[in-house]
């Protein structure tokens, strides 16, 4: 299977991306035991399917490693001119403390040599503590690192819209924030995606298909108690639900999208999926995998095969209007983090 070229987005004029990435938070624990043999060996069937773009971080278990694997056999089968056809794109989440270029350095050189490349592809970067401004630092010992050519891109996660405005006042050059986004989730729309238009900032969405709970799977089904949800993603977008508007109003979402992924022959995810990557800003969705354990490669084409119209967003409209504003319980984009 190769994927169409609307698969693809240029989020920046020498990076582009499968806009659906693979998420690697599944390999780090919680998710079923991962074997790295046989990890990798699925890496080749996602990349070989077209799903050429990875989401990472420094702390996903063996993530990085299982990239700099990855890198190595690809070399041995398709010879390295090839490997520009593979990002990965990793994070650093460090603890508090201080952000000193030496402490900055160490901690990229870290994530080079465990993926075996001499530049990271992007760098998104995470912060603890609004309180503590010392994260203005570290972005700028990381823009250094980028001018030196060690980071081709910069970008954040979980940073909320008015720290995307201080970053940018700082003249520090972010590509993207990576933010949960899905139906439930829909706080990027109320600040943050205009802003990101506004300034030439994408948005990379995680949490879209809620850890597999969007899916025929959970359609007509009792309320799942935590011995009921097998993964740590689960059981963290159960809790999202729980905060949205409860599991009766999630049935009535899941019947209404049941019905339009049947008028267009694909599953719930896939509206979900497709859902997501049509908002303003959304460069891309990134589904995670149990590499080596469960796949939906095939299935995760279908967002490109099709197109939702007036009449589908109408029909989800309602459902979403009775839920709650998780802005106001929750606040910005990452606040749950904080
Ligand atoms: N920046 C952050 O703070 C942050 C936080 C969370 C996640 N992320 C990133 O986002 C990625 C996504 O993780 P997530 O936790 O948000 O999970 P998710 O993508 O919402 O859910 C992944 C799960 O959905 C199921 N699935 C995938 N495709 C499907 C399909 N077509 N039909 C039905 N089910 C399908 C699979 O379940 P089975 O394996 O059981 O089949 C898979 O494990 C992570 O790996 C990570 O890269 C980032």
Redesign the pocket.
């Known amino acids: 299977m190769i994927l169409p070229a609307t698969s693809r987005f240029p989020l920046t004029a020498d990076l582009s991306i499968c806009r659906i990435l693979n ?4 390999v780090s624990g919680g ?1 079923g035991a991962i074997d790295p043999a046989r990890a990798v060996a699925a890496m080749f069937l996602y990349h070989d399917a077209g799903f050429t773009t990875w ?3 420094d702390h ?1 278990g063996p993530a990085e490693d299982l990239i700099g694997e990855f890198r190595h056999q690809f070399v041995v089968r398709h010879g390295a001119e090839r490997l520009p056809e593979i990002q990965a794109l990793t ?1 650093w989440v460090p603890s508090p403390g201080a952000m000193t270029r030496p402490a900055v350095e160490a901690a990229i050189g870290v994530s080079l040599r465990r993926m075996q490349v001499d530049c990271l592809d992007l760098l ?1 970067f ?1 912060w603890w503590d609004y309180a503590d401004p010392r994260y203005l630092d570290a972005l700028k010992h990381l823009a250094d690192l980028q001018r030196e050519g060690k980071i081709r891109h910069l970008a954040l ?2 940073f909320d819209t008015d720290r995307l405005a201080i970053i940018a006042g700082h003249g520090i050059p972010i590509v993207s924030n ?1 933010v ?1 986004y899905s139906l439930i989730d829909r706080r990027p729309e109320a600040r943050m995606a205009a802003w990101c238009r506004d300034h030439g900032v994408s948005l990379l969405a ?7 709970l ?2 025929e ?1 959970f359609l007509d089904r009792p309320e799942p108690g935590r011995g009921d949800l097998t ?1 740590i ?1 689960l059981q ?2 159960k809790q999202m639900i729980d905060a949205w508007g409860g599991w009766a109003l999630f049935q009535e979402l899941l019947a209404v999208l049941k019905r339009i992924a049947d008028r267009h022959g694909v ?1 719930i ?2 509206v979900g999926a497709r859902y997501v990557l049509d908002r303003p800003a959304v460069a891309g969705v ?5 590499l080596g ?2 796949e ?1 490669i095939a ?2 084409a279908r967002p490109f095969g099709f197109a939702l119209d007036a009449g589908d967003l109408a029909a989800i409209d309602p459902v979403l209007a009775k839920s709650t504003d998780l802005m106001r319980v929750i606040g910005d984009c990452g606040d749950e ?1 904080r």
């Open positions: 998420g690697m938070w599944q998710h989401d990472l971080a996903y994070k998104q995470h996660t979980n990576q949960q995680y949490g879209t298909l809620l850890g597999g969007l899916s799977k993964t993603s963290k977008y599953g995810a896939n990134i589904i995670g995998a149990r354990i469960a939906h299935d995760n983090y």
